[in-house]
């Protein structure tokens, strides 16, 4: 799979991702309530329907490569969302939320450097496991679009 393929698979998956999650979020939280369950299902399924769509879409340069075209959109999605993790708490909202949220875990007083560290090492739990479900449904879903393109063909 070339380059320039791979750029544009990946650029398509996170702009589907944001396409897919915002009214599959609404519905979710429409008919589950505000829980946290409802929001990740809606995230997990608009991560599932978009990888599926980039698979359908570029089932060609996937059959050519097929375990090495797959394994890159794999990584590179999970690596997309690494960042968004990563670069979320950053935004200007998150600031006062990125404070107090340690605060409230442990006593409210001052946060110590343990309570930092315990903080911190849950985030990174987080994004370990968002990682390892990305890798695992965007393989998954990579390979059902590509069938899905496979039996559409014949």
């Known amino acids: 799979m ?3 393929s791979l750029v544009i698979a990946v650029a398509l998956y996170a702009v589907l991702q944001v396409l897919f999650a915002f009214p599959l979020s609404v519905l979710a939280l429409q008919f589950f309530g505000v829980t946290m369950v409802a929001y990740y299902s809606a995230g997990l399924a608009a991560f599932f ?3 599926v769509v980039v698979g359908y879409l570029f089932r060609n340069e996937i059959q050519q490569e097929r ?3 797959i394994l890159w959109i794999s990584v590179l999605s999970a ?3 690494l960042l968004v993790v990563v ?5 200007a909202d998150w600031v006062p939320f990125a404070i107090s949220k340690p605060k409230e875990a442990f006593d409210g007083t001052v946060v110590t450097t343990v309570e ?4 911190n090492l849950s985030r990174r739990g987080n994004m370990f ?3 390892a479900v990305i890798l695992g449904v965007g393989v998954l879903g990579l390979y059902a679009g590509l069938k899905l393109g496979e039996t559409r063909a014949s």
Do not use: C, D, G
Not at 87 to 91: D, G, K, S
Not at 116 to 119: A, R, S, V
């Open 67 to 69: 375990r090495v075209a």
């Open 79 to 81: 690596f997309y969302e």
């Open 49 to 51: 329907l978009s990888i």
């Open 129 to 131: 496991v968002n990682v």
């Open 2 to 4: 070339k380059l320039v």
């Open 87 to 91: 670069f979320q708490p950053t935004l």
């Open 116 to 119: 930092w560290f315990l903080y």
